[in-house]
């Protein structure tokens, strides 16, 4: 039971690049969503989902877009890549909507956008 | 509006004595969900506790509670006999139902325990 991964840990990339950050979970969970983590800021919500094929937006959505084609899978790609999009991204898993459990958070990828 | 505030940006604690994390939040709902998380400085995040809006007692898990106070809509963090492993950022974290259950995340305090 891996838990909530992430790839990569870490990457830079040049304004105008396009990538996708991965995340998977083993634990059968519902419920993922993306986070960005800025110095001063907390964690704010990007995207999530309630299951396969669900998808909505959070706070800040503008720039990225996600899909779920499996349970297991919630990836978040970054369109157009901007220096304001320079952050710590996290991956988070619950295991359902109404579910009162914490959420499980994966480790993180810190991208650098020049 | 925030709807989680973290007044304390920075706070030291001597090892061994207890400390509490200020946090205030600000909802509608009646029914929500109230969490702490600590983020070493491996940048993890650690859950730490939770109370749900009903909870008439005050959460505990070891060494760590949550002082919960639903009319002044605060829920502080208290750690207790602190350990120089507890150094770290730690967040308060709310959750609504209404609205798909989305998570609001406060800006942090940084605790660091002095030997």
């Not at chain 1, 790609?77 to 710590?88: E, F, G, M, N």
């Not at chain 2, 600000?26 to 998380?37: A, K, P, R």
């Not at chain 2, 491996?42 to 919960?68: H, K, V």
């Not at chain 2, 959750?95 to 989305?102: A, D, L, S, Y």
Request: hydrophobic share 30%; proline share 4%; aromatic share 14%.
């Amino acid at each position: 039971n891996a838990g909530v991964t992430q790839t990569p840990k870490f990457q830079v990339l040049k304004t105008g690049q396009s990538m996708t950050l991965q995340c998977a979970q083993d634990m059968n969970h519902e419920y993922m969503s993306w986070y960005r983590q800025d110095p001063g800021m907390g964690l704010r919500l990007i995207h999530y989902s309630v299951g396969a094929g669900i998808t909505d937006q959070g706070e800040v959505p503008n720039g990225y877009n996600v899909s779920r084609s499996t349970t297991e899978d919630f990836p978040l790609r970054l369109l157009s890549a901007a220096p304001s999009q320079t952050s710590v991204y996290f991956c988070a898993s619950r295991r359902d909507f109404d579910s009162y459990n914490e959420q499980f958070f994966g480790p993180g990828t810190r991208l650098t956008v020049l | 509006a925030q709807k989680i505030t973290q007044t304390q940006p920075g706070m030291f604690v001597q090892e061994k004595e207890a400390v509490t994390l200020d946090c205030t939040y600000d909802t509608s709902d009646q029914s929500y969900g109230l969490f702490w998380y600590k983020q070493p400085s491996s940048g993890e995040m650690i859950f730490l506790i939770y109370q749900g809006s009903y909870d008439e007692q005050n959460a505990t898990e070891g060494r760590y509670s949550l002082n919960f106070q639903k009319a002044r809509k605060s829920a502080n963090l208290v750690i207790s006999a602190s350990q120089l492993g507890d150094s770290a950022m730690y967040f308060c974290a709310m959750r609504e139902i209404v609205g798909f259950n989305k998570f609001y995340f406060g800006s942090g305090t940084k605790l660091n325990v002095k030997p």
